[in-house]
């Protein structure tokens, strides 16, 4: 036999009306399915609500310091990382670094002084530290903030 269109129905069960509650002395009738008493007869509790233990959010610790807005952050690169990306020396701009790799474009920039410099360089970066700026210096070279 063929299944018609016509002789498609729901499952028996599947299709239940809605259970109208409270409504006179019979089956969910007077307390409606609620049981005798108590907040959860009357209303609902709150979802925070842990019966009486003291709550999460007075548990937990407050946070403490705050963010600073204005904060400027840099991307960073260290004397011993100039020597070593560029042997040779020379001028060394934002470009020949993000060129290079050590740094990623439209991105302030700060030179620390973490390691040797051995070549005489004449570097612009937008901020330096100031033992960088000894050793760029003590290497024969400049640096130049812009």
Known sequence: MTIKLHHLRPAPGAKTEKTRVGRGEGSKGKTAGRGTKGTKARKNV????????MPLHMRLPKLKGFTN????EYQVVNVGDLSALFPQGGTIGVAELVAAGAVRKNELVKVLGEGELTVAVNITANKFSGSAKEKI???GGTATEL
Do not use: D, L, M, S
């Open 46 to 53: 709150p979802a925070r609500f842990e019966g009486g233990q």
């Open 69 to 72: 807005r204005n904060r400027v």
């Open 137 to 139: 210096v003590a290497a």
